[in-house]
Structures are given as C-alpha cells and as structure tokens.
Nanobody, 121 residues
Framework: QVQLVESGGGLVQPGGSLRLSCAAS????????MNWYRQAPGKQRELVAT???????NYAGAVKGRFTISRDNAKNTVFLQMNSLKPEDTAVYSC???????????????WGQGTQVTVSS
C-alpha cells in the first residue's frame, strides 16, 4: 500500500514563507508526476504546481514566481517552497502522485491527507 504524508503546514503572517513536504512510502517502483493541490473553504480544489520525473515544472498563475516545487527522487519526496504568502493562499494543501508499485502493477493515483496553511496577521 502506497501512502503520501504531508508536513510543514501552519500559520504564517502575510509576506512570510513556508515549506511543505510530502513523502511517499510503501512499495514503490517508480513515481511519475508529483503535484500539489489546494482547496480553500467554499472553493473548488485547484492545481498549484506539478513536477514530472525529469524535473520539469508547471505552476498556476496565482503562485508563479512565489512558489517553487521540487523533488528528491532518492527519498520519494516532493516539496513546495512558498514565499511572499498572501491571505488568499490560505487553504488545505494536498499532494498527489502517479505511482507504480511494481513493474507489473497498474499506475495508481495517490493522495495525501492534506495539511492546513493559514496566512493571517
């Protein structure tokens, strides 16, 4: 059973920074895309950033230039460095990844449980 576990959320003042981590554990053969999503109260979940297995990244327009996604393939971990945070960044942030547990098993789309990020003075 593959699991994703996020950490690093919390309360931060506007203009501050946070770094989220998401570690995959269990039987893992290969991880393809790793993604960060967020969902604010009363809003739909939105894709924040993605990184593929070769390190190519993409960002939502609202976070481009402020957030940086990266990954450590040796540790099966994806990070989200969030700088210049704004109150509108307040949301539950969840990681998501496409993972094969073995060479013969089908691709799984796995979600973490989410971590709360609150930007407030």
């Amino acid at each position: 059973q593959v699991q994703l576990v996020e950490s690093g959320g919390g309360l931060v003042q506007p203009g501050g920074s946070l770094r989220l981590s998401c570690a995959a554990s269990g039987s893992i053969f290969i991880i393809y895309n790793m993604n960060w999503y967020r969902q604010a109260p009363g809003k739909q979940r939105e894709l924040v950033a993605t990184i593929d297995s070769s390190g190519i990244t993409n960002y939502a327009g609202a976070v481009k230039g402020r957030f940086t996604i990266s990954r450590d393939n040796a540790k099966n971990t994806v990070f989200l460095q969030m700088n210049s945070l704004k109150p509108e960044d307040t949301a539950v942030y969840s990681c998501n990844a496409d993972i094969k547990a073995s060479i013969v098993t089908p691709l799984q789309n796995v979600w973490g449980q989410g971590t709360q990020v609150t930007v407030s003075s």
